[in-house]
């Protein structure tokens, strides 16, 4: 089973940034993608952005294409998401999601963050 943990969320001014981490901790298992998504108040989560291990293939949500940028870590298992020119509706929580293989059972899962709280304010 694979652990995540989140950080780099807080409170920011229109058009500042923030940096989001996420590490993946575990045993026997390899992850396929990382990426954030993120839940506003009263709407669905979102897919913000995604970052493949085979060829760091990246997929962005169109509200943040050119502000934001997911990269990954392979040694240390970890996703950032750096956020630039932040709005007022960036605000939410985003969750770290790994996409991973285990070893162990020859399945493929999903694993969730515990959500880290970003709020822009205007």
């Known amino acids: 089973q694979v652990q995540l943990v989140e950080s780099g969320g807080g409170l920011v001014q229109a058009g500042g940034s923030l940096r989001l981490s996420c590490a993946a901790s575990g045993s026997s298992f390899r992850i396929n993608a990382m990426g954030w998504y993120r839940q506003a108040p009263g709407k669905q989560r979102e897919l913000v952005a995604l970052i493949t291990t085979d060829s760091d293939n990246t997929n962005y949500a169109d509200s943040v294409k050119g502000r934001f940028t997911i990269t990954r870590d392979s040694a240390k298992n970890t996703v950032y998401l750096q956020m630039s020119s932040l709005k007022p509706e960036d605000t939410g929580v985003y969750y770290c999601?790994?996409?991973?293989?285990?070893?162990?059972?020859?399945?493929?899962?999903?694993?969730w963050g515990q959500g880290t709280q970003v709020t822009v304010s205007s």
């Open positions: 999601y790994v996409d991973y293989y285990s070893r162990r059972t020859y399945r493929t899962y999903v694993a």
